[in-house]
């Protein structure tokens, strides 16, 4: 999955803020399929489920049918055409959910191999908090960090001051 570019800053802020948001051993549904985040997740102690690969814009089987308290969402919404869709139909009252930043000096990523490998959305912290608003959550907790590369040029100096990732703990309203 992550040939020789395996993202460790990611996983270490992403586990730290999970950590800091959800108590364990809370049960969560992870959406996306397995992989070595959740079982990263797992291994701290966590309960951990995985949706199973479904199209979440038009399947919400797994997440209707959850009895998770927590949903995570680690780099999904981005490749959904109508995230709002997943986001109002999560029953368990907490997320935590991370996206990648719009950087205005690069284009949106787009996998030429895997049709599933691709953003559809690139988000602004406020397009972010915008959606999760309209869809019925609560923001209480909110992070942003750059994602440095190991490259010569104009726009791997802006990696090194520019957010790429975005990540927040909601509650469902009351």
């Given at each position: 999955?992550?040939?020789?570019?395996?993202?460790?800053?990611?996983?270490?802020?992403?586990?730290?803020?999970?950590?800091?948001?959800?108590?364990?051993?809370?049960?969560?549904?992870?959406?996306?399929?397995?992989?070595?985040?959740?079982?990263?997740?797992?291994?701290?102690?966590?309960?951990?489920?995985?949706?199973?690969?479904e199209d979440l814009d038009t399947d919400f089987t797994n997440v209707i049918n959850s009895d998770a308290e927590v949903v995570t969402a680690f780099e999904i919404?981005?490749?959904?055409?109508?995230?709002?869709?997943?986001?109002?139909?999560?029953?368990?009252?907490?997320?935590?959910?991370?996206?990648?930043?719009?950087?205005w000096f690069s284009p949106a990523y787009r996998s030429k191999t895997?049709?599933?490998d691709r953003h559809y959305h690139e988000f602004?912290?406020?397009?972010?908090?915008?959606?999760?608003?309209?869809?019925?959550?609560e923001i209480?907790?909110?992070d942003k960090w750059t994602n440095p590369v190991k490259k010569i040029g104009f726009r791997p100096l802006l990696r090194y001051f520019t957010n790429r990732y975005y990540i927040v703990y909601a509650e469902r309203k009351k």
């Open positions: 999955m992550y040939e020789n570019n395996f993202p460790n800053k990611r996983y270490k802020k992403t586990i730290e803020f999970l950590e800091s948001s959800v108590p364990k051993p809370a049960s969560i549904l992870d959406l996306g399929v397995a992989n070595p985040f959740s079982d990263l997740m797992q291994q701290r102690g966590y309960v951990i489920k995985n949706t199973k690969g919404f981005e490749h959904l055409i109508a995230p709002y869709n997943v986001l109002k139909n999560i029953k368990a009252a907490k997320l935590v959910a991370s996206v990648p930043l719009r950087l895997d049709m599933w602004e912290d406020w397009q972010f908090d915008w959606l999760l608003e309209k869809a019925g959550w209480k907790k909110r």
